[in-house]
């Protein structure tokens, strides 16, 4: 999931207390895999861990950035390329 601050926006210290709690609760439910803004663009990224688009974009709406319309969201599938599936059975 990559968030960009949208236009005219801005975050506040409220509302990344609120974002960074909904982290918290992600984790808790073993659907976060790894979170963090980006140092050279306004705006950050989330791996998550869903079943499916649709449980992916209903996380991603419930976001507090997204909520509140300061950021907007793209969601990305990813699949990975490593040793366990032999870099997709090309290695």
Same mark, same amino acid.
């Given at each position: 999931?990559?968030?960009?601050?949208?236009?005219?926006?801005?975050?506040?210290?409220?509302? +990344?207390?609120?974002?960074?709690?909904?982290?918290?609760?992600?984790? =808790?439910?073993?659907?976060?895999?790894?979170?963090?803004?980006? =140092?050279?663009?306004?705006?950050?990224?989330?791996? +998550?861990?869903?079943?499916?688009?649709?449980?992916?974009?209903? +996380?991603?709406?419930?976001?507090?950035?997204?909520? =509140?319309?300061?950021?907007?969201?793209?969601?990305?599938?990813?699949?990975? =390329?490593?040793?366990?599936?032999?870099?997709?059975?090309?290695?």
């Amino acid at each position: 999931m990559l968030l960009t601050l949208n236009p005219g926006k801005e975050l506040t210290e409220k509302l +990344i207390k609120e974002h960074v709690h909904y982290l918290k609760k992600l984790e =808790s439910e073993n659907k976060l895999e790894l979170c963090g803004p980006f =140092s050279d663009y306004k705006g950050g990224m989330i791996i +998550i861990k869903a079943k499916s688009y649709e449980e992916a974009k209903e +996380i991603a709406e419930l976001d507090p950035f997204v909520i =509140s319309r300061v950021e907007s969201y793209e969601i990305r599938t990813w699949e990975l =390329s490593c040793k366990e599936n032999n870099h997709m059975g090309m290695g």
